[in-house]
């Protein structure tokens, strides 16, 4: 990674997004995939490695110096070698064949098919409902009567909640949400 000031703002996404916002994450917090307990000792530790690894994935040179934080300290003198794997990882990735869309939605339209029935009707709607309950004003500016959703109308805010969204599900009246738009 060699820091050079003309670098592409995309090869700087494409460095910084998969690692600092998901692996980072996985790193400091393996509760979150795991079902552990992480002691404040582990956690210490796995806070050495994910800077470690957000250092190696840095485009910019870390000037270290008796004042440095001694978790940048202990592995600075891999940085360099870890910086050149990122590297070669993203370089071989650009080698790589560009997908074209039709292969891309032909895909997706198969791992659907293969993965439709692994749907969980009551979890997605579960999430549906907490999403609408945060943009309920939102909601209720845009259908000021509900009649879209199956409800006589909205009694001055949105008043239901996961209950009713089971009985939703049972209704299969699921497929009116549909009609919501992308809310900010």
């Known amino acids: 990674m060699s820091g050079t000031p003309g670098r592409a703002t995309g ?3 494409a460095v910084c997004s998969l690692p600092l916002r998901f692996w980072v994450n996985v790193i400091k917090n393996p509760q979150f995939v795991f079902d552990i307990h992480k002691s ?6 796995l806070s050495v490695v994910a800077q470690t690894f957000m250092d190696s994935c840095s485009t910019s ?3 270290l110096g008796k004042d440095s934080p001694s978790n940048k300290l202990l592995y ?4 360099p ?3 050149s794997w990122v590297e070669r990882y993203y370089r ?3 080698k790589m064949p560009s ?6 939605d032909a895909y997706l339209v198969e791992q659907s098919r293969l993965h439709g029935n692994e749907f969980n009707t009551l979890s997605a709607l579960n999430e549906l409902y907490f999403y609408i309950n945060k943009y309920k004003e939102e909601v209720r500016l845009l259908f000021p009567s509900s009649a879209v959703l199956g409800f006589t109308a909205f009694p001055g805010k949105l008043q239901f909640g996961p209950h009713s969204m089971i009985v939703l599900s049972k209704k299969k009246d699921v497929e009116a949400f549909g009609l919501l738009p992308k809310l900010p």
């Not at 404040?40 to 530790?45: E, G, K, L, R």
């Not at 997908?99 to 891309?104: E, V």
């Open 11 to 13: 090869d700087l996404c």
């Open 61 to 63: 040179e870390h000037r």
């Open 40 to 45: 404040s000792i582990t956690d210490a530790c």
């Open 99 to 104: 997908i074209s869309d039709q292969d891309m």
């Open 92 to 94: 071989d990735i650009s």
């Open 76 to 79: 600075a003198k891999d940085i």
């Open 81 to 83: 070698n870890y910086k």
